[in-house]
């Protein structure tokens, strides 16, 4: 009987070590854990600080931008992803509104069909749709996290949002209006690299870092009012640099094996 209990509390004392040990291991924070690199698919938001230079730098001033997407990350650390971002808040830089041609005076101030100074907002928008691929290349033992290296290539439009908030100014009415938004579109490509932070808790998901953009672009219309005909412009360069950040939220990831390290 006493061999028996003896036995028992030793096969106790054993599985509570084996357990323990378990724990450790599986901890996150433990200095011994590694990440293993897995397949994940992530959707997210991110938002920009952006400044224009080239032919949008004539136009606009810094401007904000949010975007999303979906991102696929192989195992090997290779990314691929469909996006989309709208940017807003970019002031004009042309304040007596000679884009408007004759419908501004030599002031800069339009008049409303009552004869009073009409009032108007004028804001730049700016829209892309794309897609692009990138590397990540771990530094530590987490290894879905580390440097992203990323580019892509997709389609730019941009346009003067014109707001005529009495709807006073006959001129502005219906279609007249693409004849002053001088509306813009062409092809983009552009360069990330920043930091990519993935950890298994699912919550605490990020990227930062810096992004240049060449735009090349030439008027949607077929008539602007200020300059005329659009048939034969060419296309005129712009980019933009922009500090971005963003927050992924998980969408999948692929079980994998996890590897430790042993002293």
């Known amino acids: 009987m006493k061999r028996h209990l003896i036995l028992l509390l030793a096969l106790c004392t054993l599985s509570m070590g084996l357990r323990a040990q378990s724990h450790v291991r599986t901890n ?62 970019a002031n004009l830089r042309d304040t007596s509104f000679a884009f408007l041609g004759d419908l501004a005076n030599e002031d800069g101030v339009v008049m409303d069909g009552n004869g009073m100074k009409a009032v108007l907002y004028f804001e730049g928008r700016y829209w892309t749709v794309g897609a692009g691929f990138g590397k990540l290349i771990p530094v530590d033992r987490w290894k879905n996290s580390g440097i992203w290296l990323r580019f892509g290539a997709g389609y730019f439009g941009h346009k ?46 990020f990227y930062g870092g810096i992004e240049f953009s060449e735009i090349w672009t030439k008027p949607n219309r077929n008539y602007i009012f200020f300059e005329g005909p659009t048939a034969g412009m060419k296309s005129k360069f712009s980019g933009l640099v922009s500090l971005k950040l963003g927050w992924n939220i998980p969408l999948y990831e692929k079980k994998s094996v996890t590897t430790f390290y042993y002293r």
């Open 160 to 205: 003067i949002r014109i707001n005529d908030y009495n709807h006073q100014v006959p001129q502005l009415d219906d279609d007249y209006i693409k004849g002053y938004d001088h509306r813009s579109g062409g092809f983009m490509m552009s360069q990330f690299v920043g930091y990519l932070f993935n950890q298994k808790n699912r919550i605490l998901n």
């Open 28 to 89: 996150f924070k433990d200095k011994n854990y590694v990440d293993t690199s897995a397949t994940m698919i992530w959707t997210g938001v991110n938002m920009a600080g952006q400044l224009p230079v080239g032919y949008l730098r004539d136009w606009f001033k810094p401007n904000l931008a949010v975007g999303t997407g979906v991102t696929l990350k192989t195992k090997s650390n290779w990314t691929f992803d469909v996006n989309f971002n709208y940017m807003f808040g």
